[in-house]
């Protein structure tokens, strides 16, 4: 199989047997499949952005048990941000964040008692999308400010940022999916590689 999805077109998408379409698919989330197999039910796709509704729709629409289990399927920020760079691609395919450099010692201590106050709190991972600007400053913040959520509310933004995080594996897997973003993307390496 390919390892990039960018030679798979939506046509192809949508003839593929439920197996074949979530293989394709398998990238844009750690290891439960369901949200691809749900996705598979609504083929076919008038267009990139009905597929990736149909996958945000699976996720957002699943019961509580399916949605726990793909909360507790990612790592929590101080898993992720504390282990050497090329450890951290083998716990997650994020693409991660350019300002996020090695921590310090306070910023590891504010990370590590962060997502362990959290995971008090909500009996969860702290997931959190990294955007290419982020810091470990604004991850810090962001979490602090979502321990103040209800856990009903923290279930739904935590989901939300997993939805983030599948849509950035979206548009590397299907380059074509957001010719926007993957010219800014082409561009962004350029800069970074000079």
Do not use: C
Request: aromatic share 6%.
């Amino acid at each position: 199989s390919r390892a990039t999805g960018s030679g798979i077109s939506l046509d192809e998408l949508n003839q593929m047997p439920q197996a074949e379409f979530v293989a394709a698919l398998r990238p844009l989330f750690n290891n439960e499949t369901w949200p691809l197999e749900t996705a598979w039910e609504s083929r076919p796709f008038a267009d990139i952005n009905e597929l990736r509704a149909a996958i945000q729709v699976a996720v957002l629409t699943a019961d509580d048990a399916k949605r726990q289990d793909l909360i507790h399927d990612y790592p929590a920020m101080d898993e992720l941000l504390l282990v050497p760079s090329k450890e951290a691609s083998e716990i997650s395919a994020d693409r991660g964040s350019l300002g996020l450099t090695e921590l310090d010692a306070e910023q590891s201590e504010a990370i590590t008692e962060l997502s362990a106050t959290y995971r008090k709190r909500f009996d969860m991972p702290f997931v959190a999308y990294l955007a290419t600007n982020d810091t470990v400053e604004r991850v810090i913040e962001s979490g602090l400010r979502r321990l103040a959520n209800s856990e009903e509310q923290e279930r739904r933004v935590a989901l939300s940022e997993i939805v983030e995080i599948a849509n950035d594996r979206f548009d590397i897997l299907l380059a074509d999916a957001n010719p926007v973003r993957s010219a800014w993307d082409r561009k962004f390496t350029e800069v970074e590689g000079s």
